[in-house]
């Protein structure tokens, strides 16, 4: 069930992507609340599945996982089940990884310090039971990359 969303809710979203950090007081204070209206709206957002998870954007680079490919995997089955994720998975250097429509079956989003790393993540990517082929873009650099846009 979806939740909906007021304009508070997008605009506490809007500042938790911003800094995931900040106070409750700050998070009030940027939409008009209390800190304890902000933290119980948090804390709705978190029980209804819309905020999934607080992290730490990680500059890639700057620890050594300078190398960006999106691998497209090949297979002559469905590759959209648990075996398939389970595999993925088990590859550290593999980001994402989305089931597709299109030119291949499954789209993963691969991040490595060298391209002798991405080389032997290929390699395992072969090893993935249902994989007959791959397809590999390498990032020569990046524009932008965001999280999705709270309307």
Known sequence: MQMTLDDLDRGLLAALQEDAGQSYA???????????SAHERVRKLKAAGVIRRTTVDVDPAAVGLGVLAFVLLESGAWMGDEPTLTALRKIP???EAHVIAGPASVLVKVRTATTEDLQATLRALHQVDG?????TVVVLETFFERQPAVV
Not at 29 to 34: C, I, P, R, T
Not at 131 to 135: A, G, M, P, R
């Open 26 to 36: 700050a998070l009030g204070e940027a939409v008009g609340l209390s800190a304890g």
């Open 93 to 95: 250097s593999v980001e």
């Open 131 to 135: 994989v007959t082929s791959t397809q």
